[in-house]
């Protein structure tokens, strides 16, 4: 049963100084996972940066708006979400959402994603199923 569907674009272009930006000022949104993810990677490719960034935040915007409703029971804000999500790769590349809180029962959640980057935007689409 589909219990949320979030979706956000962003400009690809809102992010082009983000590279630049020190870990503490990143940690504000990002988990820590994410920030070595990007310093190992990307952060020599200032295209890939942003691109990184864009479809990062629009993953969270996204995810927040699917199951709003269960972080508001906690309390939690956006920023506050924001470092909690990440996005990882399946064995098969594809990529999945994790969300590192421990307050949430998250066992009967199906969380999928989809992103893509093109013409100068990032989009994720987020749907949130239970799967009892």
Request: hydrophobic share 45%; aromatic share 10%; glycine share 6%.
């Amino acid at each position: 049963m589909i219990h949320g569907i979030g979706t956000d674009i962003v400009k690809i272009s809102r992010f082009s100084e983000w590279h630049k930006f020190s870990d503490v000022r990143l940690k504000k949104i990002f988990h820590d996972r994410e920030i070595k993810h990007f310093r190992l990677l990307f952060s020599k490719n200032e295209k890939r940066a942003c691109e990184f960034f864009a479809s990062r935040f629009a993953v969270k915007e996204a995810v927040f708006k699917s199951v709003s409703d269960l972080f508001q029971i906690h309390g939690l804000s956006f920023l506050h979400v924001g470092r909690l999500i990440t996005v990882e790769k399946n064995e098969l590349n594809v990529p999945k959402i994790c969300i590192h809180y421990s307050g949430l029962d998250l066992r009967d959640v199906k969380i999928s994603v989809s992103l893509t980057h093109d013409g100068g935007h990032a989009i994720a689409f987020v749907v949130v199923e239970t799967v009892k």
